[in-house]
């Protein structure tokens, strides 16, 4: 069975804290992705990654660092939290190019800044 | 900029009835993507469209894809209760890796 894990489903930071989000996928997939959830604005994508070491910024990368050290494994990273990042983030990754491929996403995690 | 519009945004409606989501997308896409979405819980992938005129239909649901006007249409025929959710489109811009989402829609059914 297709899974994305990613290992925290709610976290409560605090503003300046660095924050690591991780996403494990076990589908030998090129791509993976982090999008945020708000409400009202759907998901917007904040950096993928195509292969290891690779990354390219999204819509909405201010604020945000990504890793990619392995391809199983992307990391999202907020190097000093705020309030404003109180959001949930979804992981989510695919084969690269054609086809029509599916995108699967991962179960979410809710981090609240306080 | 690739945008993407859904509309409705909220569409409650009653057991038994037809409905349509329309997805609106700005630029040339190769492909185009239904998910759901149940409260607190990740996207289900429920359709990938690949082509001009693509249609396909899963249970009551059913969508299809019109590139020239670039829309997309999720139709829900005979309404069930299972079938509340938001519903997402997502569109991958030709030639590039990155999906861009609608807003969504909620949708509420009613018995």
């Known amino acids: 069975d297709v899974k994305v894990t990613q290992s925290s489903r709610y976290l409560v930071k605090r503003t300046g804290e660095k924050v690591f989000l991780e996403c494990v996928q076990d589908?030998?997939?090129?791509?993976m992705f982090w999008y945020r959830q708000d409400p009202g604005l759907g998901l917007r994508l904040i950096y993928f990654s195509y292969d290891v070491k690779m990354k390219e910024k999204g819509d909405i990368p201010e604020g945000y660092s990504v890793s990619r050290e392995k391809k199983e494994r992307f990391s999202l990273i907020l190097e000093s939290a705020s309030t404003n990042q109180t959001s949930m983030y979804l992981c989510?990754?695919?084969?690269?190019?054609?086809?029509?491929?599916?995108?699967?996403f991962g179960e979410g995690s809710w981090l609240t800044v306080v | 900029e690739l945008k993407v519009e859904q509309n409705p945004l909220f569409l409650s409606m009653q057991e038994g009835k037809n409905y349509t989501i329309y997805c609106n997308y700005s630029t040339t896409s190769d492909r185009l993507y239904w998910y759901r979405q149940d409260p607190g819980k990740s996207l289900e992938s429920l359709f990938v469209l690949l082509s001009n005129g693509a249609v396909k239909q899963e249970g009551r649901l059913m969508a299809s894809l019109d590139t020239k006007a670039r829309l997309s249409t999720l139709h829900i025929t005979a309404a069930v209760h299972d079938l509340s959710a938001t519903y997402f489109c997502?569109?991958?811009?030709?030639?590039?890796?990155?999906?861009?989402f609608g807003t969504g829609t909620r949708l509420t059914i009613i018995p």
């Open positions: 589908m030998d997939h090129e791509n």
């Open positions: 989510a990754s695919s084969f690269l190019g054609t086809g029509g491929n599916t995108i699967y």
């Open positions: 997502a569109v991958r811009k030709f030639g590039n890796e990155k999906l861009t």
